[in-house]
T-cell receptor, first 113, second 110 residues
Framework: GAGVSQSPSNKVTEKGKDVELRCDPI?????LYWYRQSLGQGLEFLIY????????KSGLPSDRFSAERTGGSVSTLTIQRTQQEDSAVYLC???????????FGQGTRLTVV | GENVEQHPSTLSVQEGDSAVIKCTYS??????FPWYKQELGKRPQLIID?????GEKKDQRIAVTLNKTAKHFSLHITETQPEDSAVYFC?????????FGAGTTVTVRA
């Protein structure tokens, strides 16, 4: 694919349900980021993967949030027992290395009702 | 970890005037400083970046300056146009993860 792909584009879920958000980075990109963007707000860092190193999970807001990156490629962000405050756009980005351009996906808009 | 502060949070300029956004960073080891533009409903996209071995970089109406001693860098947009209206994010990296500023909402008045 030409760019970073995220699915689904939109997700509406009931409070208390679990959700999985998927990110397909650009092939060959070793760095992968997840950010959360609430309406009109900035980019809140969630988690960072770099190659085979242990991920930086310092931005995850609670233990309901977790992420995996399988085989150094596709990443899944899982939110358990969703709450209304989890409603936001979740953006994934990848880059060739730490100090190179990060390319963003179109985001997943999560709405918890 | 790296902490990036960005000012102002909002900026309104008359079409044709210049816009300046300033960022400071905390980690003296940071060596890569990109700027991203996010139009309403779109994903952030890189508009210009600068590395620590360069003090200034220009691309048409956009320029970025870096002061390593003071640990701050700035984005300059000259001859602003309506299509420059967007949210702009600065970021810094120290061979590790990108850390973003909080963003500046720029509005260009016709």
């Amino acid at each position: 694919g030409a760019g970073v792909s995220q699915s689904p584009s939109n997700k509406v879920t009931e409070k208390g349900k679990d959700v999985e958000l998927r990110c397909d980075p650009i092939s060959g990109h070793t760095a992968l980021y997840w950010y959360r963007q609430s309406l009109g707000q900035g980019l809140e860092f969630l988690i960072y993967f770099q190659g085979n190193s242990a991920p930086d999970k310092s931005g995850l807001p609670s233990d309901r949030f977790s992420a995996e990156r399988t085989g150094g490629s596709v990443s899944t962000l899982t939110i358990q027992r969703t709450q209304q405050e989890d409603s936001a756009v979740y953006l994934c980005a990848s880059s060739l290395a730490a100090n190179t351009e990060a390319f963003f996906g179109q985001g997943t808009r999560l709405t918890v009702v | 970890g790296e902490n990036v502060e960005q000012h102002p949070s909002t900026l309104s300029v008359q079409e044709g005037d210049s816009a300046v956004i300033k960022c400071t960073y905390s980690d003296s080891a940071s060596n890569y400083f990109p700027w991203y533009k996010q139009e309403l409903g779109k994903r952030p996209q890189l508009i210009i970046d600068i590395r620590s071995n360069v003090g200034e970089k220009k691309d048409q109406r956009i320029a970025v300056t870096l002061n390593k001693t003071a640990k701050h860098f700035s984005l300059h947009i000259t001859e602003t146009q309506p299509e420059d209206s967007a949210v702009y994010f600065c970021a810094a990296s120290n061979d590790y993860k990108l850390s973003f500023g909080a963003g500046t909402t720029v509005t260009v008045r016709a």
